[in-house]
């Protein structure tokens, strides 16, 4: 059954969206992320304009998030004090992303920037969290006895002024790490037009410390926040938003997160990172293939403006 | 039934009798231009929800003999061809050119292979694709060979898209007076003022022309959502993230009702 997207200005499969959307709301529930990683370079590999495809994919980690979110809320996984001070560093993140965004439009690089940025970040992630989850997932089989270790050593950031606590997280460390955070992860999103999931959720927990249960709520807050930015701004500024698109990427979200939620929440720690390593490490893959391989055609067309 | 366009007619010739034999014999006048008379199973494109492209059918008669060429175009636009290099052994996007009035959708249908026709010298107004986009207008500067390279992608990537139809279409007539012509049109199908033109052709001149607009346009719904998204942009923002946060919720609620 195929339905037309009014500002996409084509015809698409109702099920292929439905089925994307479902696999980007079990990403969010699952491991807190956007799910726009996966869904955007997917939605444009099935003939969705890539502006379009970003805005409208943006809405959808807006219901996603909010799904997710209220499921962790329940559970009182959410540490809203970090959420608050990680959303602050990422508004003015984002500000100063999107400046740094123009000027590399303006001198031409933006296209290998990001290119780059993508699978260098990904791979790194997505290696890093892979060794870790591999290494503790080992130590427990050994000795199953062993106590949980630290995810991380007290660095030099650990003697930063400014401490809060954190009750949720169950962690007493500086304001300013939350903070410059959120800030970079808003630089990210602005550059990369995502919201930033894959990078925030293993700061989150390798960075800050913070328990992998309350990771996913608190980064779906942060999250919900970036891309309600994203869609107002491509909507206000662009018009590049296609609700019909979003709607039924947004109905198979619905029913994806919570299921992701409740899987999420029957896995132990070690597995749901070493699960979401796997899944950005082939992600990074995916998109270094496609940088690699030659295209069918190397032509495309940008934006129409109409003339009379 | 839509208006029926038709060729523009010259008062007819007097009949050779003449009730005074006195009188010098009437110089004859010019011959009347011969009728072309074209419909179209539809007036309009009308993009709807179930839009999926669409196939018209063109059809009409005229006083043989003759042969038959319909041309239809699309309004035209500036459109931006980009171009893919490999750098350091990725495929970036290393070129932009854009190109001013670029037609959006160009289809030719003959009743006999266009060349054999066009080569007779009926050329001047039928243009083949090559002829109208060698009317394209480059923004900018950039090398000859260059333009050319995205000249032939801006024609490859509408190809693709069914906008540049790669084979011509086939005018079927019958009886000499009778013709037809099919017209495809892709989903992907941008909106617009839509120009169909048959033309007569006797001895490779063209005997007569009729043209008549087609209109391309999203409707109902669809059109509506595309106004709002164009004219109220922040508000169709605030909108989508409403719905997007509503949804979310009670697709929660609901989930666990199940």
Wanted: charged share 15%; hydrophobic share 50%; glycine share 10%.
């Amino acid at each position: 059954m195929e339905i037309y997207l009014p500002i996409a200005e084509q015809s698409m499969n109702v099920f292929v969206l439905l089925g994307l959307g479902g696999a980007a709301g079990l990403l969010a529930g699952m491991f807190g992320v956007g799910g726009g990683f996966l869904a955007t370079p997917l939605l444009i590999f099935v003939g969705i304009p890539p502006a379009v495809a970003v805005a409208s994919q943006a809405n959808q980690v807006v219901a996603n998030s909010i799904s997710s979110l209220q499921v962790q809320w329940r559970r009182g996984n959410v540490d809203l004090r970090m959420g608050l001070i990680l959303l602050l560093g990422g508004m003015v993140g984002s500000s100063a992303g999107v400046t740094l965004f123009t000027y590399l439009k303006r001198i031409g690089q933006i296209d290998f920037v990001i290119a780059v940025l993508y699978v260098v970040m990904l791979s790194a992630i997505g290696t890093l969290m892979l060794a870790e989850s591999l290494r503790t997932w080992l130590r427990t089989k050994r000795n199953p006895q062993a106590p949980r270790g630290k995810l991380h050593t007290h660095y030099l950031v650990h003697r930063l002024p400014l401490k809060m606590r954190f009750y949720k997280s169950k962690l007493y460390i500086s304001a300013l790490l939350p903070l410059g955070l959120g800030f970079v992860i808003g630089i990210l999103s602005a550059i990369l037009g995502v919201g930033g999931g894959f990078v925030l959720v293993p700061a989150m927990i390798y960075l800050l410390g913070m328990p992998t249960t309350v990771v996913i709520g608190t980064s779906n807050f942060q999250i919900l926040f970036v891309a309600a930015n994203v869609t107002f701004l491509q909507a206000a500024t662009n018009g590049t938003v296609d609700v019909v698109l979003a709607l039924l990427l947004i109905l198979g979200g619905v029913v994806g997160a919570p299921i992701g939620a409740r899987v999420a929440a029957k896995l132990p720690g070690v597995v749901l990172r070493g699960l979401m390593a796997v899944l950005v490490l082939a992600v990074a893959v995916e998109l270094m293939t496609e940088l690699l391989r030659t295209p069918a055609s190397p032509f495309s067309l940008g934006v129409r403006e109409v003339q009379s | 039934m839509a208006s029926v366009a038709a060729a523009q007619q010259l008062p007819a010739p007097s009949l050779g009798n003449r009730a005074d034999p006195t009188l010098p014999p009437a110089v004859p006048a010019e011959p009347a231009t011969p009728n072309l008379i074209v419909d179209l199973s539809s007036a309009r494109v009308s993009i709807t929800s179930a839009f999926q492209g669409e196939s018209l059918l063109l059809f009409g008669m005229f006083d043989p003999p003759g042969e038959i060429v319909v041309v239809v175009a699309g309004p035209p636009a500036r459109e931006q061809v980009m171009r893919k290099e490999r750098v350091l052994g990725l495929w970036l996007t290393t070129g932009r050119q854009s190109f001013d009035d670029v037609p959006a959708y160009y289809f030719i249908a003959a009743s006999q292979p266009l060349q054999r026709l066009l080569a007779r010298g009926a050329g001047g107004e039928i243009l083949s694709l090559e002829d109208r986009l060698a009317s394209v207008r480059p923004v900018g500067w950039r090398d000859p060979a260059q333009l050319a390279r995205f000249r032939g992608g801006l024609v490859e990537v509408k190809r693709r898209e069914g906008l540049y139809p790669a084979a011509f279409g086939q005018v079927t007539i019958q009886g000499g007076r009778l013709f037809r012509a099919e017209l495809p049109f892709p989903s992907r199908l941008p909106e617009g003022a839509y120009d169909v033109r048959a033309y007569l052709l006797r001895d490779g001149k063209i005997a007569a022309v009729v043209s008549r607009p087609l209109p391309v346009s999203k409707v109902g719904f669809n059109a509506e959502l595309a106004g709002w998204s164009r004219e109220q942009g922040p508000l169709y923002g605030m909108g989508a993230i409403a719905l997007a946060l509503l949804v979310g919720w009670m697709g929660v609620a609901f989930m666990r009702r199940l």
